[in-house]
């Protein structure tokens, strides 16, 4: 396999711009290993060589494929890592997502070289059986498409081989901030496409975008084009705070105070189309010092720690709400409701279902904010209930309208069945569960004994 890759890779060489050619194939190869002068980079033929080795070395960790192909028509690699033994988690239940792109401006180097960075990372965690990172691949699936400027980065330049400025060309209000090269339209460029293309195909459920460049040491959310902060601003400003108080000093703000207004970018589509939480991880420019020689791992390790705190906990970047008490009276229907998640969720609903899955009864529309527990009523008739039914909680991942709706079932043990003093029945614990039926039946059997013996 890698006789055949070498080969492929030689014939690919002798097609790249003189520029490109130039580098020291030796020296590239071995990025990011020994320290190394930043302004040495990574060249598209000696990732292609190093993610070909990885997937072939790494099968259990490591799946590769291609989100389409540059304008020159090199591959967009994305490296997949996950525990591909399991379709699921351990617990059987799905698996989080994560999408990471680099390398959009050709000449930013340590973006791109955070990207390979953070996959490299969790393959070597992986082997050497770090538990932290055993458990996030376990758990979460992570999709790094390294470079998607091939074309740029092999000739050192920001733009495409069109003279193009990809994180200009996504259809998310597409030219409407002073800019330059935004192309002549929304994906007119067959990198963005492709990005597009991937994130609309195979992460849609990504709770964590991460879009990595370089120039200014900062992290950047949404919006771009506006100064105001986006809906799931308490999410943002959670993970702000928190990353502040765990982990670093990096600044975390709305990219359009934070740098400038900038429209059709990565980031403000993958968050207002796509309904992601994203962000525009900034290293700052220092790869351009000469004669700075440092280890990458060590160059970027602030860095790692922050994509670590990100991934890691990639579990609390949506709302979770969880049903902890549901109770039922003849007029009346209450339910408790906690969100162990750091987003707000809106247009929520509780609902019951037939036993054909026929909607029986959907409540008012409810919000509930991050981090918080919430007491609902309902005005409710409860003679439609279906006693072979179950209750569904439908609700939005976060406040963007973009954002996935999930739908989840109520546990059946915490729904309550609580009826009138008429009906001889005070308390039910589980909505028509067996024991309810039990205990109603040895209630009503003792009302007719007293009842006996008092005409005796």
């Given at each position: 396999?890698?006789?055949?890759?070498?080969?492929?890779?030689?014939?690919?060489?002798?097609?790249l711009p003189t520029a490109a050619a130039q580098y020291d194939p030796t020296r590239t190869h071995a990025w990011p290993g020994e320290p190394i002068d930043n302004h040495v980079h990574l060249t598209w033929a000696s990732l292609t060589l190093d993610v070909n080795n990885w997937a072939e070395d790494h099968p259990d960790v490591v799946s590769l494929t291609s989100a389409g192909t540059s304008t020159l028509g090199k591959t967009l690699w994305v490296v997949r890592l996950s525990d591909w033994s399991m379709e699921t988690k351990p617990n059987g239940s799905a698996k989080e997502i994560v999408y990471?792109?680099?390398?959009?401006?050709?000449?930013?180097?340590?973006?791109?070289?955070?990207?390979?960075l953070t996959a490299k990372t969790y393959i070597n965690g992986w082997t050497a059986g770090d538990e932290a990172i055993v458990e996030t691949l376990q758990n979460t699936e992570l999709h790094i498409l390294i470079m998607l400027n091939p074309d740029g980065n092999d000739i050192d330049t920001?733009?495409?081989?069109?003279?193009?400025?990809?994180?200009r060309n996504y259809d998310h209000y597409w030219n409407t901030c002073p800019?330059?090269?935004?192309?002549?339209?929304?994906?007119?460029?067959s990198e963005t496409a492709s990005n597009s293309a991937y994130m609309n195909t195979h992460v849609t459920d990504a709770d964590l975008y991460v879009t990595m460049h370089t120039g200014v040491w900062i992290m950047l959310y949404p919006w771009g084009k506006w100064p105001e902060q986006p809906p799931d601003w308490e999410l943002f400003h959670f993970i702000r705070d928190d990353v502040h108080e765990q982990v670093s000093p990096i600044p975390i703000q709305n990219a359009n105070q934070g740098l400038y207004?900038?429209?059709?970018?990565?980031?403000?589509?993958?968050?207002?189309?796509?309904?992601?939480?994203?962000?525009?991880?900034?290293?700052?420019?220092?790869?351009?010092?000469?004669?700075?020689?440092e280890a990458l791992e060590?160059?970027?390790?602030?860095?790692?720690?922050?994509?670590?705190?990100?991934?890691e906990n990639v579990w609390f970047w949506r709302a979770r709400l969880s049903v902890d008490a549901l109770e039922v009276s003849e007029d009346r229907i209450t339910a408790t409701v906690h969100n162990l998640g750091h987003a707000s969720t809106a247009n929520a609903t509780l609902?019951?279902?037939?036993?054909?899955?026929?909607?029986?009864?959907?409540s008012p529309l409810f919000n509930v904010n991050a981090t918080n527990s919430t007491t609902l009523s309902f005005d409710a008739n409860p003679t439609w209930i279906d006693p072979d039914g179950h209750w569904n909680l439908n609700y939005q991942k976060r406040v963007i309208n973009a954002a996935t709706w999930v739908n989840e079932t109520v546990e059946d043990d915490l729904v309550v069945l609580v009826e009138s003093e008429e009906a001889g029945l005070l308390l039910g614990t589980g909505l028509f569960h067996p024991m309810t039926s039990l205990l109603g039946m040895v209630l009503i059997g003792w009302g007719r004994g007293r009842r006996q013996d008092a005409t005796v």
């Amino acid at each position: 396999m890698r006789t055949a890759v070498g080969l492929v890779i030689c014939l690919l060489l002798a097609g790249l711009p003189t520029a490109a050619a130039q580098y020291d194939p030796t020296r590239t190869h071995a990025w990011p290993g020994e320290p190394i002068d930043n302004h040495v980079h990574l060249t598209w033929a000696s990732l292609t060589l190093d993610v070909n080795n990885w997937a072939e070395d790494h099968p259990d960790v490591v799946s590769l494929t291609s989100a389409g192909t540059s304008t020159l028509g090199k591959t967009l690699w994305v490296v997949r890592l996950s525990d591909w033994s399991m379709e699921t988690k351990p617990n059987g239940s799905a698996k989080e997502i994560v999408y990471i792109d680099g390398g959009h401006h050709g000449n930013e180097y340590l973006g791109t070289a955070l990207a390979y960075l953070t996959a490299k990372t969790y393959i070597n965690g992986w082997t050497a059986g770090d538990e932290a990172i055993v458990e996030t691949l376990q758990n979460t699936e992570l999709h790094i498409l390294i470079m998607l400027n091939p074309d740029g980065n092999d000739i050192d330049t920001r733009w495409n081989i069109n003279q193009v400025d990809l994180n200009r060309n996504y259809d998310h209000y597409w030219n409407t901030c002073p800019t330059t090269q935004p192309g002549s339209s929304a994906f007119s460029e067959s990198e963005t496409a492709s990005n597009s293309a991937y994130m609309n195909t195979h992460v849609t459920d990504a709770d964590l975008y991460v879009t990595m460049h370089t120039g200014v040491w900062i992290m950047l959310y949404p919006w771009g084009k506006w100064p105001e902060q986006p809906p799931d601003w308490e999410l943002f400003h959670f993970i702000r705070d928190d990353v502040h108080e765990q982990v670093s000093p990096i600044p975390i703000q709305n990219a359009n105070q934070g740098l400038y207004p900038n429209c059709g970018t990565s980031r403000d589509y993958g968050y207002g189309v796509m309904g992601f939480p994203t962000f525009t991880f900034e290293t700052d420019d220092e790869q351009f010092v000469p004669g700075s020689f440092e280890a990458l791992e060590d160059r970027l390790g602030e860095e790692m720690d922050v994509m670590h705190y990100l991934i890691e906990n990639v579990w609390f970047w949506r709302a979770r709400l969880s049903v902890d008490a549901l109770e039922v009276s003849e007029d009346r229907i209450t339910a408790t409701v906690h969100n162990l998640g750091h987003a707000s969720t809106a247009n929520a609903t509780l609902q019951h279902l037939d036993e054909e899955g026929n909607v029986r009864w959907t409540s008012p529309l409810f919000n509930v904010n991050a981090t918080n527990s919430t007491t609902l009523s309902f005005d409710a008739n409860p003679t439609w209930i279906d006693p072979d039914g179950h209750w569904n909680l439908n609700y939005q991942k976060r406040v963007i309208n973009a954002a996935t709706w999930v739908n989840e079932t109520v546990e059946d043990d915490l729904v309550v069945l609580v009826e009138s003093e008429e009906a001889g029945l005070l308390l039910g614990t589980g909505l028509f569960h067996p024991m309810t039926s039990l205990l109603g039946m040895v209630l009503i059997g003792w009302g007719r004994g007293r009842r006996q013996d008092a005409t005796v």
